[in-house]
């Protein structure tokens, strides 16, 4: 897919990944919808960093797990652009959930924002992503989704549902659509790490070294350009899944 004109939109896009995501494919030629929740500071930056490099920015607050707001949302992404041709489900939360202790609620949430909000998202954009014939939706999942999180259990079987649903979606939304979804390692240290796990962290993958947001945002552009890619997991982890690096474990 040639990104120029055609029109994205990216959950969670305001921050961390998804920001780093919403720039790569504004570069790339893209138009871009910026979805936040709670962070709209962050999303006027990047909506202005997105006009700044030439192309035109949405920025739509939404909860990607009430699906009469994604279908607003949505809806709000055709009367601007005319189109949608790229979805990246890249909202998530972090939160530990030590077992037994998980909470009903915090399994809500995390399911409610990852796997419901990828699914909802998936089915609302589905017929403008198949309308011209060369969809893509890219789902970001993580290594938790091969090898469970100790003490996030909530979030690491929302990320294996978010994995199975990228498969699912690839069968069913063939051949307009092509799915696949990323598993970034480590990249951004998540807001409840120490320093000492951080510096962890970075010795846990073969490369023995932290990555990048922009990383993880190349790797999107590429499986939004790759028009005989589907239904993959691309790791983008330095190796880590090799290693089996529970994060959680140390």
Known sequence: ???????????????????????ALAA????????????????????????AL???ALLYKADVS???QVQAMVDAAIVRFGRL???VNSASIWR??????????????????????????????APHLMAHGDGAIINITDLSALVPFRGYIAHSAAKAAVLNLTYALAAEMAPAV???????????????????????????????????AENIA????????????TGILLPVDGGERLVRADWGNE
């Open 218 to 229: 190349s790797a999107a552009v590429f499986l939004a350009q790759s028009d005989f890619i």
């Open 96 to 125: 530990g959930t030590p077992w037994p202790e998980a909470s009903e609620a915090d399994w809500d949430l995390l399911h409610g924002v990852a796997a419901k909000g990828t699914f909802l998202c998936s089915q609302v954009a």
């Open 178 to 212: 092509r799915v696949n979804a990323i598993a970034p390692g480590a990249v951004l240290p998540p807001p409840d790490f120490t320093p000492e796990m951080t510096a962890a962290a970075a010795k846990m993958n073969l490369l023995r070294r932290w990555g990048s």
């Open 28 to 51: 790339a030629g893209a138009d871009v919808v910026v979805n936040y929740n709670s962070s709209a500071t962050e999303a006027l930056r990047t909506e202005a960093d997105i006009v």
């Open 85 to 87: 041709d790229v979805l």
């Open 54 to 56: 030439g192309r035109q």
């Open 66 to 68: 009430q699906a009469e």
């Open 1 to 23: 897919m040639d990104l120029h004109g055609k029109a994205a939109l990216i959950t969670g896009g305001a921050t961390r990944v998804g920001r780093a995501i919403s720039l």
